[in-house]
Each structure stands twice: as C-alpha cells, then as structure tokens.
Nanobody, 122 residues
Framework: QVYIEESGGGLAQSGGSLKLSCSATGNIASPYVMAWHRQVPGKQRELVAAVTSGGSTEYVPSVKGRSTISIDNAGSKITMTLQMNILKPEDTAVYYC??????????????WGPGTSVTVSS
C-alpha cells in the first residue's frame, strides 16, 4: 500500500509565499513521478508542477518562475515540496499530491493524497 499525506496549505496574502509538503510511504518503485495538482470548485483538476524520482522538474506556465518543486527520496519516506512565491488570488485551490509509477510488486500506481486547501487573499 501507498500512503500520501499533504501539509502546508492555509491562508496567505497576495504576493506572499507558501510551502506545500507531501510525504509518500509504501511500496513505491523507481522510477516514478510525483506531482502537485490543484482544483477549484466547478473546474477540472490541473497539473501545477511535477518532479521525477531522478529530480527532473516541470511547471505549468502560470507558476513557472515563481515556484520551486523538489524531492527528497534518500530514505524510506519520499518527501516532495512545492515552494510557491508571489502568490496570486488565482492560486486559490485545493492542492493534491500525486504519485505515478509502479509498486515494488510491479503493479501500476496512481495514488492521490486527500488534498490541502490554499486560499490567497487579494
């Protein structure tokens, strides 16, 4: 089994910063991709940023240049963080952590955390 837990959401002011963290434990085999997605009520969930087990990163244009995603997979727990700066009201959403890859048993893996809410006030 794979367990995912997010933290770091909350209320921030426009122009401020927030750091989201995601921890993943369980039977996760390399290689994998971890990503942050976000969803606003009534809209589809969208990718925000992703990082591979090897450390390669990708960002959507709306957060590129003001966000940094990183991963620490040296131990038994995988920790991914997303540092978001120069926050905008449009960053307001529920943020979800996702792990995509396979388990150590060779089964397909696409696991989601419960989400953490981010509200940016103008």
């Amino acid at each position: 089994q794979v367990y995912i837990e997010e933290s770091g959401g909350g209320l921030a002011q426009s122009g401020g910063s927030l750091k989201l963290s995601c921890s993943a434990t369980g039977n996760i085999a390399s290689p994998y991709v971890m990503a942050w997605h976000r969803q606003v009520p009534g809209k589809q969930r969208e990718l925000v940023a992703a990082v591979t087990s090897g450390g390669s990163t990708e960002y959507v244009p709306s957060v590129k240049g003001r966000s940094t995603i990183s991963i620490d997979n040296a131990g038994s727990k995988i920790t991914m963080t997303l540092q978001m700066n120069i926050l905008k009201p449009e960053d307001t959403a529920v943020y979800y952590c996702n792990v995509n890859g396979s388990t150590t048993w060779g089964m397909s893996l696409d696991a989601w955390g419960p989400g953490t809410s981010v509200t940016v006030s103008s």
